[in-house]
């Protein structure tokens, strides 16, 4: 099980971070994907990071605002966002995936967390 937390109402221009945890399973055995789905649009992959950390993959729309990591300790992975804007408006989702390839698109994970939403409004 999957669950995502950090969500919330913030300023552009404001930070969050946002943080997926997972139980009753080893979040290192997968690669992990952040997405989110804005109202009246597809879910779109956000950033995606390996089993280990050592391949990261960002939407161009993140790159330089938003970091993803992982603490396979703790069992948790990170979405730090900086920077925020209102087009950055969605629920985020977290998700795992065995498949081989870090492809980071909604049709390659499979076990997804029930999302956090993130409002960006002044």
């Known amino acids: 099980q999957l669950v995502e937390s950090g969500g919330g109402l913030v300023q552009p221009g404001g930070s969050l971070r946002l943080s997926c945890v997972a139980s009753?399973?080893?979040?290192?055995?997968?690669?992990i994907g952040w997405f989110r789905q804005a109202p009246g649009k597809e879910r779109t992959g956000v950033s995606c990071?390996?089993?280990?950390?050592?391949?990261?993959k960002y939407n161009d729309s993140v790159k330089g605002r938003f970091t993803i990591s992982r603490d396979n300790a703790k069992n948790t992975v990170y979405l730090q966002m900086d920077d925020l804007q209102p087009e950055d408006t969605a629920i985020y989702f977290c998700?795992?995936?065995?498949?081989?390839?870090?492809?980071?698109?909604?049709?390659?994970?499979?076990?997804w967390g029930q999302g956090t939403q993130v409002t960006i409004s002044s």
């Open positions: 009753g399973v080893r979040l290192d055995y997968y690669k």
């Open positions: 990071i390996s089993e280990r950390g050592g391949s990261k």
């Open positions: 998700a795992a995936t065995n498949q081989l390839l870090n492809l980071c698109i909604p049709g390659n994970y499979d076990h």
